[in-house]
């Protein structure tokens, strides 16, 4: 980094530091009543509809900047949305276990209604990896607030059962994408929520989870690696930029060696240009742009690295997307990797989301892990 760009930094401090405030103001105005976090509040495809897994992203950021209250509601509508599935995760585990597992279309969705329905339009909707995320942001929540777990503990426990019993199906991933496959970043997902209730559970559930955590890093060692790092899928030679998720904030490969500091390097070497993130190599979404979140992801991995200044850098360039407005987007056309799959998006679901939560989410988070977002004291 050269010192003026050095410069340019500490200018942007403030500016920065301003934007994760109204970040967070931002998210606390949209929360719903129920405790859903939006994933957009205008965009066609998103209204009306909440993520596991973007809201368990959402809700840690929102933990990290000490919105303790809007983290909670979030786990709480979580909680009530898996408390209602109690007979379905039943029989979801019943079967797997006889060895008659229930097709994709009769496991858990990854998207619901603020209301904790299911959607009634058709969706790419079985997806793992939200609920690892959620195991993961509520134990760290309530690590970080000295919190009782208890709170959510059934609903915990139905979604490690849920996870033992499911987690080597293929599935779409994070991009509702190749649901033939075993994700890389679906599997570390599910890892870090496992790991991180484990000492949570009852000595059955815990015992279980220890080998199937066993069996996940087993798995990712023996089939979802390729030179050296991390791999898209189990099989690929590619790199996808939600595996940045592993090494921070899931932390589920360290970020300063082995596999998670060669997945790093490998993901800003193939997906980061000036700084903005692409999510793999053949993205067409809306003409394969860059999306602030991952740049955050990238900062986060780089600060948990120790290297404070390409961190920053990164929440710098994600707080260049922002608009006039003050909302972050989902990605930018800056340097789209595929331009003529652009106006396809655009006529079929209208502009690129803008807010989207999760983008002001990740720039809270990495706000916080690099001391540019003082911490709300309630």
Known sequence: MTEATRGQLRADLATMSRLAETSVELILRLQDPSGAYPASPTFSAYTGYSWFRDGAFIADGMSAAGAVDSASRFFDWCAGILHDRKATIGEIVARAAAGDPVPDTAMLPTRFTFAGTDGDDDWWDFQLDGYGTWLWAVAEHAERHALDLARWQQAIDLTVDYLLSSWQRPCFDWWEENADRVHVSTLGCIAAGLAAVAHRVDADRGLAIETVLAAIRHTIADRGTTDGHLAKWLGSTEVDASLLSTVAPLAVFPATEGLGAATVRAVDAALAVNRGVHRYAADTFFGGGQWPLLSCFLGLAYAAGGDRESALDQLSW??????????????VAWDLL??????????RWGPVARPLLWSHAMFIRLAVEVDVLKVLSS
């Open 338 to 347: 595929d331009r003529s799959r652009q106006q396809e998006w655009i006529d």
């Open 318 to 331: 994600a707080a260049s997307t922002v608009d006039v407005a003050g909302n972050l987007p989902e990605q």
